[in-house]
């Protein structure tokens, strides 16, 4: 067992402001903090990795929601994967990898039931929250929820994200057909040569709908929802009879200052007795370890690509964050502390 006796500082980011619309880098502010001494059954971690998410908005806002606001004038939080430094807990040593929800920060201390521990020799860590961690684990949990199937026709908003391009490579290997909207001609490119997708468009190129019955004729079976805004309207219209629509993200409404009017062809659902689920990773924790078994297999032979927008530095993690409402990643975005 280590004891670090010097103190520890650490760098956090701060929630300083409340954001309207579109957050910009005045909502936050960069502090320095100093940890105290460990006490008996506690764990001293450094984050390597951090993680900024879509999700993080909603989260700014002020009042209830799906999960916590942040508080104003305290450090955030958000997925984290580090290395133990020092640790005063039985079954914790120094090296273990572990992650966390406690980003946004370069150190910090918890306990063990605070922690996750994963393979250290995994390369790179990041992996564990992208492909191997939340973001993936919705993509499963996703097709999970709808049933999907060998021969189902998939279509997936936002695919060149975290969550998207996921869903879409386990979707192609159950034997569907997968069809990805993105923002840029690159993305397109990623989606079809790296990810598999059979078509990919780039919705900024033209209306979504003529494309996506361009790439899907006799339309889908499912529809994952990333995006909401048109393209859900387009992926009503698309979705055939007793089609499922797995109702992940609205990222095309995270920041807007009032509520917009939904699609207008919702009859469809009744029309065409559509299925539709809101999906919570968090419901799915029970089987966190089947998912890491699973597609944790996938991803160390090889079959599942794992792409990464890597900015360093947490005095870089606003822009990061900010960059996400931009388009700027390919695949997940992470911040590297190292």
């Not at 919702?266 to 998912?291: C, H, P, Y």
Request: glycine letters at 12%; charged letters at 20%.
């Amino acid at each position: 067992m280590l004891t670090i006796q010097s103190p520890i500082t650490s760098k956090e980011i701060r929630l300083t402001s409340r954001p309207v619309g579109v957050p910009t880098a005045a909502n936050f502010t960069l502090a320095v903090t100093e940890l105290p001494p460990l006490n008996p059954g506690e764990v001293l971690v450094r984050n390597l990795f951090m993680s900024v998410d879509p999700y993080m908005r909603g989260r700014m806002n002020e009042g209830k929601s799906y999960v916590p606001p942040f508080e104003l004038g305290k450090v955030m939080d958000g997925g984290a994967v580090g290395e133990v430094l020092d640790s005063r807990a039985d079954g914790v040593v120094v090296g273990d990898a572990v992650v966390s929800n406690r980003g946004w920060r370069e150190c910090f201390i918890a306990t063990p039931a605070e922690l996750h521990p994963v393979n250290n020799t995994m390369r790179p860590l990041s992996v564990y929250l992208g492909a191997l961690g939340m973001p993936g684990m919705t993509a499963w949990a996703g097709l999970q929820l709808a049933d999907v199937k060998s021969g189902d026709v998939l279509f997936i908003s936002g695919a060149a994200g975290a969550v998207g391009n996921v869903a879409g490579q386990l979707a192609k290997r159950k034997g569907c057909t997968v069809i990805g909207s993105a923002g840029s001609p690159e993305k397109v490119r990623f989606l079809l040569t790296e990810c598999g997708f059979d078509h990919a468009f780039n919705y900024n190129a033209g209306p979504m709908l003529p494309q996506l019955n361009l790439a899907a004729p006799d339309g889908i079976d499912v529809y994952f929802d990333n995006v909401g805004g048109p393209a859900l309207e387009a992926a009503l219209s698309a979705l055939r009879l007793h089609g499922r629509i797995i109702a992940c993200g609205g990222v095309s409404a995270y920041n807007e200052t009032k509520p917009q009017p939904g699609p207008s062809n919702l009859f469809n659902i009744t029309a065409k007795r559509l299925t539709m689920k809101g999906l919570m990773v968090s419901d799915w924790m029970n089987r966190q370890a089947e998912f890491e078994h699973e597609v944790g297999d996938e991803f160390q032979s090889g079959r599942l690509k794992s792409r990464e927008t890597v900015v360093p530095g947490i005095h870089q993690a606003v822009a990061a964050f900010l960059g996400l409402f931009d388009g700027d990643n390919i695949g997940k975005m992470v911040v590297s502390l190292a």
